[in-house]
Nanobody
Framework: QVQLGESGGGSVQVGGSLKLACRAS????????LAWFRQAPGNEREGVAL???????NYADSVKGRFTISKDNAKNTLYLEMNNLKPEDTAMYYC???????????????????WGQGTQVTVSS
């Protein structure tokens, strides 16, 4: 089991940047699918970005070219660099993890069993 905790959210103006961090603790000695999700008021939760043990990455079309997901394995920390932020990026951001299945690409669906508590990102114009 792995425990996750997000940090780095805040309030910025349109065009600004934030870097979110998700620190993992517990049993991290395995291969995981790691993902960032977000949920805005009145909206469905959506996948934002994901990565795996081999640094495969995927981004939602809405953030492609603006957000970058990365990780520091030595620090057990997942990051989300967010640039050129837009009002529609305003949401609670969550990191999540699930065991990676060998030979199967990570996706936003399936049993993400470890979740952080979320960090708020607010983008104002």
């Amino acid at each position: 089991q792995v425990q996750l905790g997000e940090s780095g959210g805040g309030s910025v103006q349109v065009g600004g940047s934030l870097k979110l961090a998700c620190r993992a603790s517990g049993n991290t000695d395995r291969s995981f699918c790691l993902a960032w999700f977000r949920q805005a008021p009145g909206n469905e939760r959506e996948g934002v970005a994901l990565t795996d043990a081999d640094d495969y990455v995927n981004y939602a079309d809405s953030v492609k070219g603006r957000f970058t997901i990365s990780k520091d394995n030595a620090k057990n920390t997942l990051y989300l660099e967010m640039n050129n932020l837009k009002p529609e990026d305003t949401a609670m951001y969550y990191c999540a993890a699930k065991a990676e299945v060998p030979g199967r690409a990570c996706s936003y669906t399936g049993s993400y069993y470890s979740w952080g508590q979320g960090t708020q990102v607010t983008v104002s114009s």
